[in-house]
């Protein structure tokens, strides 16, 4: 196990970076494992909302400035897709990243990909910058269908109207008396990322909200 | 409840993702060694409570969680507006020159 975490040096001879996902034998959870939700049955009637973990994914938290040429062409070398510019997410092959403030995006990919992405973020990058692997502190819940957006109108204070926000739109706002980074991703379905400690909370918030509409439980 | 546009997000968001954090543009001494306990004393723990424009920092909590600087009237809640750490207002009481009404 020791060998294996073992922490590599960076070229740069700075930092320290390390697969936090280094073999498929080492047993990980979700945030929402415990909600078991690979168990729930459909709900009676017919659904009109449907919630799901986009579970263990990975999440780099990118930092830098966006005023950098340097650092706009390197993001774009590494990840293939542009700096998406405020509020907007951009999608490229098996990531995502979006907008979280003037200086921070957040990537997603799958977990396994997670530190090779890190790696190349890094051979790509020079100067001021950060690349930080959040992925054990947060998750995704994709929330679909027609009622998707009442269930997000009842949570949050934000305006989900179609002229305010787009398809490709990110926010992060007051969720659930809590906060959610909510990605539009078409036109009834919505990402929400959530912190792993209010996931449980989150979830339930859901679960309650979305059962006026009738809740199925998708398991990815 | 205020709406409040966030310079960084660029768009007006709910109060509910603000938090006040207090009067704006307070500096620093250069050199605290310097000071006397009066003036460090001033820094460290006097505001100000005007009736009337305010210059204060909010922070945006639950969104893009940058500081930005609001003018707003304590009398009628209005927000005059909205403006980056950094930068100046460009709406200024004219009885409120810190400096003059200090020295006066």
């Given at each position: 196990m020791s060998e294996v975490l073992e922490p590599t040096k960076n070229k740069d001879a700075l930092i320290a970076v390390m697969d936090q996902c280094p073999a498929e034998a080492v047993p990980t959870e979700s945030p929402l494992y415990h909600r078991k939700l690979g168990t729930r049955g459909a709900g009676t009637g017919a659904a009109t909302v449907s919630a799901g973990e986009l579970n263990l994914l990975g999440h780099l938290v990118i930092r830098g400035n966006a005023e950098e040429a340097a650092f706009c062409s390197g993001i774009e070398a590494a990840l293939g897709?542009?700096?998406?510019?405020?509020?907007?997410?951009?999608e490229g092959d098996d990531v995502s990243m979006s907008w979280i403030a003037p200086d921070e995006w957040l990537v997603l990919c799958p977990l396994a990909k997670a530190?090779?992405?890190?790696e190349t973020l890094r051979e790509n990058l020079n100067g001021h910058y950060s690349v930080v692997n959040v992925s054990g502190g947060q998750t995704v819940v994709r929330l679909s269908?027609?009622?998707?957006?009442?269930?997000?109108k009842k949570s949050s204070p934000y305006d989900f109207h179609d002229s305010h926000f787009p398809v490709g739109k990110v926010v992060t706002t007051a969720f659930?008396?809590?906060q959610a980074v909510i990605c539009r991703k078409s036109a009834d379905t919505w990402d929400l990322v959530i912190r792993r400690s209010f996931a449980d909370y989150a979830w339930r918030w859901l679960e309650d909200a979305a059962s006026e509409y009738g809740l199925q439980v998708t398991v990815e | 409840?205020?709406?409040?546009?966030?310079p960084y997000c660029k768009e007006h968001r709910e109060e509910e993702e603000f938090h006040a954090k207090g009067q704006a543009h307070i500096a620093r001494?250069?050199?605290?060694?310097?000071?006397?306990d009066e003036e460090w004393g001033e820094y460290l723990y006097f505001r100000k409570n005007p009736r009337g424009l305010h210059h204060e920092m909010w922070v945006h909590a639950t969104g893009c969680r940058k500081f930005f600087n609001v003018t707003r009237d304590t009398q009628t809640y209005e927000i005059k507006e909205v403006y980056k750490m950094?930068?100046?207002?460009?709406?200024v009481a004219q009885d409120q020159n810190p400096t003059a009404a200090k020295q006066a």
């Open positions: 897709v542009q700096l998406p510019e405020t509020l907007k997410s951009v530190f090779a992405v890190e269908g027609s009622n998707a957006v009442n269930v997000l659930a008396k809590t | 409840m205020f709406y409040i546009y966030c001494p250069a050199d605290p060694d310097a000071c006397t950094g930068e100046r207002p460009s709406i």
